[in-house]
């Protein structure tokens, strides 16, 4: 009998073990952590799919007298997304001109690398905040090769930042694109010189009050 009681309470004991369970009705999900909801409750990670922007608020139309503080704000966040990529950001009164050269963001030619379109999604999430601006794109080349051929490359090249830019969300109105060749070097060579420091991507964004 006293052997029967013993492996009794064994076999409640065992059946108590690994610690409290909850048998009742799952928590609300405002109160579940992510990795507590069922599979099919989590967003699904496709790395091959399609990219769509995520959403962004508005900072609002920007007045005449608010200018320099809305452009403050967009420079230093501009700085942040930058940082690290060897690209330049400089306040010249109320615009800010942001400089990135070409090994930040092409493959070669105007074809834009994956760090490139990365750090192009990147600054486009400030750009769609600070939507009461304009995007001037230009860009650049070293005096390596052609004059002609060097034209070309700087424009197909300022085109792919903003079609990418426009593919991230920003509002193809608000942006220019145009290709400068050889012109306005950051560094002046003769002929045929490798410059990285000239084979650039300059945006220039201004403000676009509303009275």
Known sequence: MKKSLVLLAALVLSGC?????????????????????????????????????????????????????????????????????????????DGIVLVIFDNALFDGGADLSGGGTQLLRALAITLRHYDHTALQI????????????????????AKAVAASLASDGVPGARMSAQGYGEASPRVKTGDNVNEPRNRRIEIRITAAPVG
Not at 41 to 51: I, K, L, N, T, V
Not at 141 to 147: A, C, L, N, Q, V
């Open 138 to 157: 230009a860009g650049y080349t070293d005096t390596t090769g052609s004059p002609g051929k060097n034209m070309e490359v700087s424009a197909l090249r």
């Open 17 to 93: 073990g690994g610690g409290p369970r909850y048998h009742g009705p799952p928590p609300p999900e405002s109160m579940q952590r992510p990795y507590d909801r069922p599979p099919a409750q989590q967003a699904p990670y496709h790395p091959s799919g399609p990219y769509s922007p995520p959403p962004v608020t508005s900072a609002g139309p920007v007045k005449n007298a608010q200018v320099s503080a809305y452009m403050d704000g967009q420079e230093n966040e501009l700085r942040g997304r930058l940082r690290g990529s060897g690209s330049i950001v400089a306040r010249r009164g």
